[in-house]
């Protein structure tokens, strides 16, 4: 950390301007409001020190999980054969969205917060911000495209093939990142906002232009609209589903006495096909089916109800600015939304069991044999 009080914390400064092409010696207060050494004005002098050493800490561990669980969760979910669907792409994008943030952008946080300070130059402090927002954005589309293809799958499967065919399912991805980098566009510019060092916050980040940012405008769309999708499609899901379950149950006749009845006729060796009681199987098909698709929800609704508990904290701070009034509120927000991008992986292994087998079979390929023989794949093409 630099002592702002010496010499040599001012030399240092105008020496970072030099390094970056700067030609002119700026004034000292510049040079400080640029790389963010504000003295007792920082994040890192009215916050405690403990925690400061305690939220890098977890950094550091949330960096290393991350990394090891993304990148095996996208291994595993990648090789599994019975997992090739549209589901599968949008988590296996998710992961890699997750991945690229805790390679990147968590080690340089807990570099800042053990530090106290910015001191990896203008150029860092730029592309720290583009990737930490973007991969937030992109994890943001993928929960959302999630949770359409479930909603189209479910609610209107005859358009569900023709629009998840691979060639489709590949330009979904690619525009997610697309539209991610581009809303970044107008503070990586300077035209809405700008892209430097906040020590109110502690980071490098989304700053004002001429009195505005798109900062606050992007956390309300980040937390409002995959709420919305949300419960619009669930809502929708859960009624279709059940609805499909009534009618089962006013359809069905009882199943001990057919079961009986077939059992006796065997015997007899005079069994017949019954045009009702395959009419019946039908509708056990369709409720299974539903069934499975219910415990495929679940696991999304987990994974969106974390995002959404990660989020909410940092979300309410930076949208009534409770940086100087709730630093600890302001702390545990970046350690959720850090957070945010390790718990996925653990979701997947915890509800689902053809992910389960995705993971074992990636570390033991001899159990494909022995393991989950009986079980039949849950997921849907």
């Given at each position: ?171 979904m991805i690619a525009v997610m990142w697309l539209a991610a980098l581009v809303s970044l ?102 409720l299974r089916r539903n069934k499975q698709e219910l415990k495929l929800l679940k696991l ?82």
């Amino acid at each position: 950390m630099i002592d702002v009080t010496s010499d040599n914390a001012l030399s240092t400064h105008s020496w970072d301007f030099v390094l970056f092409g700067n030609n002119t010696t700026p004034n000292v207060s510049q040079g400080l409001q640029k790389f963010g050494t504000h003295g007792n004005d920082t994040v890192f002098f009215r916050y405690p020190a403990e925690l400061m050493d305690f939220a890098a800490a977890c950094f550091i561990v949330f960096a290393v999980v991350g990394v090891f669980g993304n990148l095996v969760s996208i291994l595993a979910l990648s090789k599994s054969q019975k997992l090739r669907n549209a589901t599968t792409a949008f988590i296996v994008n998710l992961c890699v969205a997750d991945l690229l943030f805790c390679g990147f952008s968590m080690p340089l946080s807990a570099l800042t917060f053990l530090e106290r300070d910015w001191n990896y130059g203008e150029v860092l402090c730029k592309l720290f911000p583009l990737v930490r927002y973007s991969n937030g954005a992109v994890s943001l589309f993928s929960v959302i495209a999630i949770t359409i293809n479930r909603y189209i799958l479910i609610v209107h499967p005859k358009l569900y093939r023709d629009m998840y065919k691979p060639r489709n399912i590949g330009i979904m991805i690619a525009v997610m990142w697309l539209a991610a980098l581009v809303s970044l566009l107008f503070p990586l510019f300077e035209v809405w906002g700008r892209l430097g060092y906040d020590a109110r916050v502690g980071t490098c980040t989304i700053l004002k232009l001429n009195g505005s940012s798109p900062k606050v405008t992007l956390y309300i769309i980040a937390f409002g609209l995959p709420s919305m999708v949300f419960l619009v499609c669930y809502s929708r899901i859960f009624w279709v589903v059940h609805q499909a379950a009534k009618r089962v149950r006013k359809t069905s006749p009882d199943y001990t006495t057919i079961n009986n009845l077939m059992t006796f006729s065997s015997m007899k060796g005079v069994f017949r096909k019954n045009y009702r009681h395959s009419e019946m199987n039908k509708e056990k098909v369709v409720l299974r089916r539903n069934k499975q698709e219910l415990k495929l929800l679940k696991l999304i609704m987990a994974i969106f109800i974390t995002f959404a508990l990660c989020y909410f904290p940092v979300t309410f701070v930076k949208i009534f600015k409770k940086e100087d009034d709730l630093p600890i509120l302001n702390v545990i927000g970046y350690m959720g939304v850090y957070f945010s991008n390790i718990i996925n992986p653990v979701i997947y292994i915890v509800m689902s069991a053809e992910y389960r087998k995705a993971y074992i079979e990636l570390f033991c390929p001899n159990s494909k044999k022995n393991t989950f023989n009986t079980y039949q794949s849950s997921s849907v093409i």
